[in-house]
Nanobody
Framework: QVQLVESGGGLVPAGGSLRLSCAAS????????MGWYRQAPGKQRELVAT???????NYVDSVKGRFMISRDNDKSTVYLQMNGLKPEDTAVYYC???????????WGQGTQVTVSS
């Protein structure tokens, strides 16, 4: 059974940094596309960043140059380094796995990120 456990959220002032982690179990981690999504109050969940099994990354325009997604296949963990945080980054951040080979979606429980102005 696939489990994704996020950690690293919290309250940070504007301009600060946070590093989110997502530990995966129950799957062949290295084969899967991993991603981070976020959902702010009253808004739809949106894609923040993805990283494929080859290490290629993709970011939503609003975080380019500030956030970096990475993965450690030995630890079955994906990270999201968030720098230059803005109040509009405030949201619940969710870890996502698209499992190989069918792309089945799995989600973590979410971690709250709050950026104060």
């Amino acid at each position: 059974q696939v489990q994704l456990v996020e950690s690293g959220g919290g309250l940070v002032p504007a301009g600060g940094s946070l590093r989110l982690s997502c530990a995966a179990s129950g799957s062949s981690f290295s084969r899967n596309v991993m991603g981070w999504y976020r959902q702010a109050p009253g808004k739809q969940r949106e894609l923040v960043a993805t990283i494929d099994r080859g290490g290629s990354t993709n970011y939503v325009d609003s975080v380019k140059g500030r956030f970096m997604i990475s993965r450690d296949n030995d630890k079955s963990t994906v990270y999201l380094q968030m720098n230059g945080l803005k109040p509009e980054d405030t949201a619940v951040y969710y870890c996502n796995m698209k499992s190989w080979p069918y792309g089945t979606d799995y989600w973590g429980q979410g971690t709250q990120v709050t950026v104060s102005s």
